[in-house]
T-cell receptor
Framework: NAGVTQTPKFRVLKTGQSMTLLCAQDMNHEYMYWYRQDPGMGLRLIHY???????AKGEVPDGYNVSRLKKQNFLLGLESAAPSQTSVYFC???????????FGPGTRLTVT | GEDVEQSLFLSVREGDSSVINCTYTDSSSTYLYWYKQEPGAGLQLLTYIFSNMDMKQDQRLTVLLNKKDKHLSLRIADTQTGDSAIYFCSRGAAGNKLTFGGGTRVLVKP
């Protein structure tokens, strides 16, 4: 059981470039989440999904898009990266009705 | 989430007890959680408490909930160097979403 994995671990982008972060889980969890973590601000929810083919906005969705084409994968896209998107991105998943979210190791993104 | 607040830093000697405090404004949450984040890693659930409980004990961890004051605390007994980490308080919301505090960095000194 790999749990929740994230690809890539690190990335440096120039302003205006695009990229996709991949999150995969092998626990058959229904719910998946994307967070960003900035110093002193805890984790803020970007987008989440309660099932294959469905997504919803979280607290800070602007500048990001997501897709959940397969139950095990949740993709986070940045169409035109900005320096304000420099952050550590965490993916998490959970079973429907469960109280425990399982987190991936994070992706450190720097936008110059 | 501004509605969950924590102090930034706590320093404690090895073997002493640590107490990490958290306050929240939304009283509708059913569950309140404590997560631990070690350097370079994701968050790991430490413990949780239902909103209809006042206290929960789990080995070295004790969670106290004061619903009237909207105050949650985590006590770690016999703190070890391996307890050095960032601790996040969070509350549950609809859709099993979580709102996190800013985290408390705990440094355990030998």
């Amino acid at each position: 059981n790999a749990g929740v994995t994230q690809t890539p671990k690190f990335r440096v982008l120039k302003t205006g470039q695009s990229m996709t972060l991949l999150c995969a889980q092998d626990m058959n969890h229904e719910y998946m989440y994307w967070y960003r973590q900035d110093p002193g601000m805890g984790l803020r929810l970007i987008h989440y999904s309660v099932g294959e083919g469905t997504t919803a906005k979280g607290e800070v969705p602007d500048g990001y898009n997501v897709s959940r084409l397969k139950k095990q994968n949740f993709l986070l896209g940045l169409e035109s990266a900005a320096p304000s998107q420099t952050s550590v991105y965490f993916c998490a998943s959970t079973l429907a009705g469960s109280y425990e979210q399982y987190f991936g190791p994070g992706t450190r993104l720097t936008v110059t | 989430g501004e509605d969950v607040e924590q102090s930034l830093f706590l320093s404690v000697r090895e073997g002493d007890s640590s107490v990490i405090n958290c306050t929240y404004t939304d009283s509708s949450s059913t569950y309140l959680y404590w997560y631990k984040q070690e350097p370079g890693a994701g968050l790991q659930l430490l413990t949780y408490i239902f909103s209809n409980m006042d206290m929960k004990q789990d080995q070295r961890l004790t969670v106290l909930l004061n619903k009237k004051d909207k105050h949650l605390s985590l006590r770690i007994a016999d703190t070890q160097t391996g307890d050095s980490a960032i601790y996040f308080c969070s509350r549950g919301a609809a859709g099993n979403k979580l709102t996190f505090g800013g985290g408390t960095r705990v440094l355990v000194k030998p």
